[in-house]
């Protein structure tokens, strides 16, 4: 569990930003019926008659004890309520567009009174939070059975997976069971009933990597009779355990989700919470002198969110909280801002989708520069507070090891590729972009001036059209499983192809004095990508077996591109090596 100084960085992060709360349960007293009421007693000059179905107006005092700890916070919430009304069971809820405006949605899990421990209402409104791209902190605060409301949003939000068993396992399963039915009739429905929900959920979970893996597994017990009294061997046991969850899963399937929840994660142990990407949701049972704040720290603090969670969260609460004086002071001068717009304004075509890019970025540049130092803030004084040496902290934030040499390994190269390279962005050919050209790979080595598409080229390559030249440098793969030596030596790259570490050399691995293998090759519509693979069009000059040359055209793949000042290295490495004067000089 975190320390009481990790639990306060949490609140820091996650509860002391909250402003606002909609409470969604239709036992709470609405704005829209109390007018009402006040509305019809006055034309009939009788006192106000509440709804007195809901149970508020039989027990105020409780209701009026969960608001009021919003009013206690230390910044008093704006508090909203729904009663549900106009959400309907299998359709978009009405509501639901909005509920992300709210920092903290408080959600009953029955909404309609007349069915009764039924949560259909409730898990609309949470699958169409986990649609939206805000980051939705939900707390389902309710009178029925937690285990029984966590399970089945749980079921609710998650979609059916395939590879449980595939077609030959599930046919030689099924060529066993039609053995033994005249023998035992009812031995299909008996398996499936002992794969229970809490069997498939368990099953979902230990396989995956973002859910807590120190909960109990569900009992076997069923299954070793059944195991035991046809001498099932252990493989053959195993196809038919899955066999039975595949067939719960058919019997799920209509309670799930069919888009699925990407990133589903979650933990059955008290405080119960499960999240997706951009949903977070625990679990609390009504009760008297509800601290629902409270309730939600705790399963926060259960979750345990990394570190770097924690650093994002307080950039992504310094944006909101200071945005729009961050972007008053982000604007700075009139007549630098005047110079960069008149620049888009006389650009066109391609080289103004360049220059706009460019002028976004220098403007987020501003923006974050204005808020970092809060964060930076937060970020420093939660690293002081840490008291455990690294190992024991890394161990119980992210579930790794350092201290064993093939995690160490990994962490290691991770750490290079996401330092060296990112994701591929633009829509042209640019400085640092790696790209796979027959099997080889290149690294385009070009200054980033040169390859903006529009600009014109004729003084220094003659008219060639829309053909734009650029230097590519051949790159060379690092073989074996180890960091090479002297990785710091300027000429080594990790990038990542595949979901796997790629280390790449600019010269020979083996030997740090090898000059590169670079390239003048042409790239065709001025280097522009087509959009549905990232490719282009190359053309270099081979020979054509005669002693004569010839034009090669192929594709080029991007499939990489290095951090600017790591593609700025690998260029003014290839400048000094092409700069370099050959002296006369002879060794001893």
């Known amino acids: 569990m975190p320390s009481e100084s990790y639990r306060e960085f949490i609140k820091e992060a996650f509860i002391a930003p909250i402003r606002s709360v909609l409470i969604v349960d239709d036992d709470y007293p609405t704005f829209d019926e109390i007018l009402f009421s006040q509305i019809e007693a006055n034309k009939s000059d009788e006192p106000p008659v509440m709804n007195s179905e809901k149970d508020w107006y039989k027990d105020p005092v409780s209701i009026q004890g969960v608001l009021n700890k919003f009013r206690e916070a230390g910044q008093p919430l704006l508090v909203d309520i729904h009663d549900g009304h106009n959400v309907e069971i299998g359709e978009e809820p009405k509501a639901a567009s909005h509920l992300h405006q709210s920092?903290?949605?408080?959600?009953?899990?029955?909404?309609?009174?007349?069915?009764?421990?039924?949560?259909?209402?409730?898990?609309?409104?949470?699958?169409a939070l986990g649609r939206n791209s805000h980051f939705n902190m939900v707390l389902v605060h309710t009178s029925e059975i937690l285990d029984d409301v966590f399970r089945q949003m749980l079921v609710g939000l998650m979609g059916p997976i395939t590879g449980i068993i595939s077609t030959e396992e599930s046919a030689a399963v099924e060529k066993w069971l039609s053995d033994i039915e005249d023998e035992n009739p009812d031995i299909t429905a008996q398996l499936v009933a002992l794969a229970s929900r809490e069997h498939y959920l368990h099953y979902r979970r230990i396989s995956n990597v973002q859910s807590p893996s120190s909960i109990k597994a569900p009992s076997m017990n069923g299954f070793q009779e059944v195991y035991d009294k046809y001498a099932l061997n252990a493989d053959f046991s195993d196809l038919v355990f899955r066999w039975a969850l595949h067939g719960r899963?058919?019997?799920?399937?209509?309670?799930?989700?069919?888009?699925?929840?990407?990133?589903?994660?979650?933990?059955?142990?008290?405080?119960?919470?499960?999240?997706?990407?951009?949903?977070?949701?625990?679990?609390?049972?009504?009760?008297?002198?509800?601290d629902l704040l409270g309730d939600?720290?705790?399963?926060?603090?259960?979750?345990?969110?990394?570190?770097s969670r924690l650093f994002l969260a307080a950039l992504r609460n310094q944006l909101e909280e200071k945005g729009v004086l961050a972007e008053s002071k982000a604007?700075?001068?009139?007549?630098?801002?005047a110079h960069w717009y008149s620049r888009l304004l006389d650009s066109d075509g391609a080289q103004r989708d360049y220059m706009v890019g460019e002028s976004v970025a220098r403007h987020s540049e501003q923006l974050l520069r204005f808020v970092m130092p809060d964060v930076i803030d937060f970020a420093s004084r939660l690293v002081s507070s840490e008291t455990d040496n690294s190992v024991e902290l890394c161990k119980n934030y992210f579930n790794v090891d350092l201290t064993k040499p093939d995690v160490l390994f990994r962490s290691q190269i991770e750490h290079?590729?996401?330092?060296?390279?990112?994701?591929?962005?633009?829509?042209?050919l640019t400085t640092g972009h790696v790209l796979c050209i027959d099997d080889e790979v290149y690294a385009c080595l070009s200054p980033s001036c040169d390859l903006v598409p529009g600009?014109?080229?004729?003084?220094r390559y003659g008219d060639i059209g829309d053909t734009l030249p650029f230097t590519a440098v051949r790159l060379q793969v690092v073989p074996g499983e180890k960091l090479p030596k002297r990785v710091q030596t300027n000429r080594f790259i990790f990038i990542e192809l595949a979901g796997k570490i790629k280390i790449y050399s600019l010269n020979d691995p083996q030997n740090e004095n090898a000059g590169p293998h670079w390239f003048t090759l042409y790239a065709e519509q001025e280097g522009r990508f087509d959009k549905a693979n990232n490719s282009l069009k190359v053309q270099r000059i081979v020979s054509d077996g005669k002693g004569g040359l010839k034009s090669h055209s192929s594709?080029?793949?991007?499939?990489?591109?290095?951090?600017?000042?790591?593609?700025?290295?690998?260029?003014?490495?290839?400048?000094?090596?092409?700069?370099?004067?050959?002296?006369?000089?002879?060794?001893?």
């Open 455 to 459: 600009k014109k080229k004729e003084a």
């Open 249 to 290: 899963q058919t019997e799920l399937a209509p309670e799930m989700n069919v888009e699925g929840s990407p990133e589903l994660s979650w933990s059955e142990i008290h405080p119960r919470w499960l999240r997706t990407d951009f949903l977070f949701m625990a679990f609390t049972k009504k009760g008297k002198g509800d």
């Open 296 to 307: 939600l720290l705790d399963t926060l603090t259960a979750w345990n969110p990394r570190p």
């Open 555 to 588: 594709t080029a793949t991007v499939i990489a591109q290095l951090r600017y000042e790591y593609a700025l290295n690998l260029l003014q490495k290839l400048g000094s090596v092409m700069g370099r004067v050959g002296l006369d000089f002879v060794g001893a």
């Open 416 to 428: 290079n590729a996401f330092v060296c390279s990112k994701k591929v962005e633009g829509y042209h």
């Open 331 to 337: 604007l700075g001068s009139n007549h630098v801002l």
């Open 103 to 127: 920092d903290l949605l408080v959600l009953d899990y029955q909404l309609d009174r007349d069915r009764v421990g039924d949560g259909t209402k409730a898990i609309d409104i949470a699958r």
